[in-house]
């Protein structure tokens, strides 16, 4: 399949002061190059354009296709709910094993029910006094950009310009479950929920500590308070499991999927709880206009499917290792440059060293990986993510360690002379909840 694609490759979460780079890329199987004289590239999954994008089975397209030409969404009625809707709900409940699925659309509406079945569980079942329900999120998550999702925020550029943002949130630190336990002490009567991501993505692919996941799972049943995993990045195989939660073989109360739900194709995500939680929501109290379609239905089911039978998880677990083992390799010889190598099955990145004399930034790498045919997502100056698709071959693995290599050995110098003629880089400022600089 030849797909020609316009883009743009923005910063870091499209919010650091850089210009966006215009591409033009050709699609040929997993491959992405250059429209202009194709030749194979190996692709890192960004942001702006997903390996759930593009890069997914061509039987995805093909089923799209058929239900378009065939008529299927033309009369959407209950025999169409029957024969799509109800069987994704019973395929995403059984393989996740959990009672009931509520089907949304995006990823941040997914967090938004989540959210509303918190607070709503938190005063029918807790008996949390009424206005007095509290949620809890860590520092440096990125759970979407509508109101609720910036107001938990502590990034200023999310934050600054949309207040009043809502309250009823309090904050604890990324992996610390000293702290989350000091807060639970402090405030367990009115807390509903605990929001974390099993691993965090934007704030740079932040692994917590062995043995906190449990130790949430444990605190979160002893205050009684529901644990809410943020699944839309890390789920689907992600990290080298179905859920990254898995990892420490963990059950929280409400799972919240997205992105790679809907395989790129269309917006589909899905909020997972057992019937206690879920049937706190009554009739007319929640709800969405294509939530839990006929196509975006076909989609999901299709898309778990192909994680399945591909044994995609196992897939990004092996070729997680390899990634991140030739990446330590680099690190060996350019310890000036790189300070830490990190991820989990194919969600990794590489952290620099703080920008000091020579000003290269993580954006700077980026782009001069692009010219090598590697893209790249730059975060907080230093940081760079490599997310590739799930898809990836060890040889085109290798081919992208081999860019990155060729960066840091034979472009750097030329990188460092471009930075100094730019100027000095904007250092991160402290954050307005907390008053700390990430």
């Given at each position: 399949?030849?797909?020609?694609?316009?883009?743009?490759?923005?910063?870091?979460?499209?919010?650091?002061?850089?210009?966006?780079?215009?591409?033009?890329?050709?699609?040929?199987?997993?491959?992405?190059?250059?429209?202009?004289?194709?030749?194979?590239?190996?692709?890192?999954?960004?942001?702006?354009?997903?390996?759930?994008?593009?890069?997914?089975?061509?039987?995805?397209?093909?089923?799209?296709?058929?239900?378009?030409?065939?008529?299927?969404?033309?009369?959407?009625?209950?025999?169409?709910?029957?024969?799509?809707?109800?069987?994704?709900?019973?395929?995403?409940?059984?393989?996740?094993?959990?009672?009931?699925?509520?089907?949304?659309?995006?990823?941040?509406?997914?967090?938004?029910?989540?959210?509303?079945?918190?607070?709503?569980?938190?005063?029918?079942?807790?008996?949390?006094?009424?206005?007095?329900?509290?949620?809890?999120?860590?520092?440096?998550?990125?759970?979407?950009?509508?109101?609720?999702?910036?107001?938990?925020?502590?990034?200023?550029?999310?934050?600054?310009?949309?207040?009043?943002?809502?309250?009823?949130?309090?904050?604890?630190?990324?992996?610390?479950?000293?702290?989350?336990?000091?807060?639970?002490?402090?405030?367990?009567?009115?807390?509903?929920?605990?929001?974390?991501?099993?691993?965090?993505?934007?704030?740079?692919?932040?692994?917590?500590?062995?043995?906190?996941?449990?130790?949430?799972?444990?605190?979160?049943?002893?205050?009684?308070?529901?644990?809410?995993?943020?699944?839309?990045?890390?789920?689907?195989?992600?990290?080298?499991?179905?859920?990254?939660?898995?990892?420490?073989?963990?059950?929280?109360?409400?799972?919240?999927l997205g992105k790679a739900l809907?395989?790129?194709?269309?917006?589909?995500?899905?909020?997972?709880?057992?019937?206690?939680?879920?049937?706190?929501?009554?009739?007319?109290?929640?709800?969405?206009?294509?939530?839990?379609?006929?196509?975006?239905?076909?989609?999901?089911?299709?898309?778990?499917?192909?994680?399945?039978?591909?044994?995609?998880?196992?897939?990004?677990?092996?070729?997680?290792?390899?990634?991140?083992?030739?990446?330590?390799?680099?690190?060996?010889?350019?310890?000036?440059?790189?300070?830490?190598?990190?991820?989990?099955?194919?969600?990794?990145?590489?952290?620099?060293?703080?920008?000091?004399?020579?000003?290269?930034?993580?954006?700077?790498?980026?782009?001069?990986?692009k010219e090598r045919g590697i893209?790249?997502?730059?975060?907080?100056?230093?940081?760079?993510?490599?997310?590739?698709?799930?898809?990836?071959?060890?040889?085109?693995?290798?081919?992208?360690?081999?860019?990155?290599?060729?960066?840091?050995?034979?472009?750097?110098?030329?990188?460092?002379?471009?930075?100094?003629?730019?100027?000095?880089?904007?250092?991160?400022?402290?954050?307005?909840?907390?008053?700390?600089?990430?």
């Amino acid at each position: 399949m030849h797909l020609l694609v316009d883009s743009f490759i923005y910063g870091a979460g499209d919010r650091e002061d850089l210009p966006p780079v215009p591409a033009r890329f050709l699609v040929e199987g997993r491959i992405l190059g250059p429209a202009e004289s194709f030749r194979p590239q190996t692709l890192s999954n960004t942001r702006f354009f997903t390996v759930r994008t593009i890069i997914i089975p061509f039987q995805l397209y093909l089923l799209v296709q058929k239900m378009l030409w065939c008529g299927t969404l033309r009369d959407v009625n209950i025999s169409i709910f029957c024969l799509l809707t109800r069987p994704s709900i019973r395929l995403l409940t059984r393989i996740f094993g959990y009672d009931m699925m509520l089907p949304m659309n995006t990823g941040a509406e997914g967090v938004e029910t989540a959210l509303k079945l918190a607070k709503k569980w938190g005063y029918m079942k807790k008996g949390i006094t009424k206005d007095e329900a509290l949620i809890v999120s860590c520092c440096g998550c990125f759970h979407g950009r509508t109101l609720a999702a910036v107001s938990m925020s502590c990034d200023n550029d999310a934050t600054r310009g949309f207040s009043p943002l809502l309250g009823g949130n309090l904050k604890v630190d990324f992996g610390d479950a000293d702290a989350l336990e000091s807060i639970f002490k402090e405030h367990g009567d009115n807390i509903a929920g605990f929001l974390f991501e099993p691993i965090q993505g934007e704030a740079g692919v932040i692994v917590p500590p062995e043995g906190y996941l449990r130790k949430v799972r444990e605190l979160c049943s002893k205050y009684n308070v529901l644990m809410i995993a943020d699944e839309i990045q890390t789920g689907m195989a992600r990290t080298g499991r179905l859920l990254a939660v898995e990892w420490e073989n963990v059950r929280p109360d409400v799972v919240i999927l997205g992105k790679a739900l809907g395989a790129g194709v269309l917006p589909v995500s899905a909020v997972l709880a057992d019937k206690e939680v879920m049937l706190c929501i009554q009739p007319g109290e929640h709800g969405s206009t294509f939530g839990g379609n006929p196509l975006g239905s076909a989609v999901g089911i299709a898309s778990l499917e192909i994680v399945q039978e591909e044994c995609l998880a196992e897939r990004a677990e092996e070729l997680g290792e390899k990634l991140r083992e030739s990446l330590r390799e680099l690190q060996v010889r350019h310890p000036d440059v790189i300070k830490e190598v990190r991820g989990r099955g194919l969600l990794n990145a590489v952290e620099m060293h703080p920008v000091g004399s020579s000003k290269v930034t993580a954006y700077d790498v980026c782009l001069a990986l692009k010219e090598r045919g590697i893209l790249a997502k730059p975060t907080h100056n230093t940081i760079i993510r490599l997310s590739p698709p799930l898809t990836i071959t060890e040889e085109q693995i290798q081919e992208a360690v081999k860019a990155f290599g060729s960066v840091l050995e034979d472009d750097y110098s030329h990188l460092k002379d471009l930075s100094s003629k730019r100027g000095s880089v904007q250092k991160p400022e402290p954050c307005d909840r907390c008053g700390r600089v990430k």
